[in-house]
């Protein structure tokens, strides 16, 4: 089975940046695509960011031009660096990884983003 275990939340001043990890294990297929999501308070689960292993990636409107992200092929790891954080970007952020072959998704449990203003 895939377990996926993310790190780098906290709280963070409004400005300020973060960089979220996330490092799949168990049996993965290299056909992939890893991704952040998130969830704020009353609000649906949102796309952020996906990243395919080939390295396309596509982002959601509102972190365009902030948010990068990342993998690591051979460590079977995703980042997602978080510049000019807003006080909207709270949310617990959680990782996730599409594995195309056995048309799967495996989902972290979530690291809290914190933005005070």
């Known amino acids: 089975q895939v377990q996926l275990v993310e790190s780098g939340g906290g709280l963070v001043q409004a400005g300020g940046s973060l960089r979220l990890s996330c490092a799949a294990s168990g049996s993965i297929s290299r056909i992939n695509t890893m991704g952040w999501y998130r969830q704020a308070p009353g609000k649906q689960r949102e796309l952020v960011a996906t990243i395919t292993n080939g390295g396309s990636t596509n982002y959601a409107n509102s972190v365009k031009g902030r948010f990068t992200i990342s993998r690591d092929n051979a460590k079977n790891t995703v980042y997602l660096q978080m510049n000019s954080l807003k006080p909207e970007d709270t949310a617990v952020y959680v990782c996730?990884?599409?594995?195309?072959?056995?048309?799967?998704?495996?989902w972290g449990q979530g690291t809290k983003v914190t933005v005070s203003s």
């Open positions: 996730n990884i599409h594995i195309i072959l056995w048309r799967s998704d495996y």
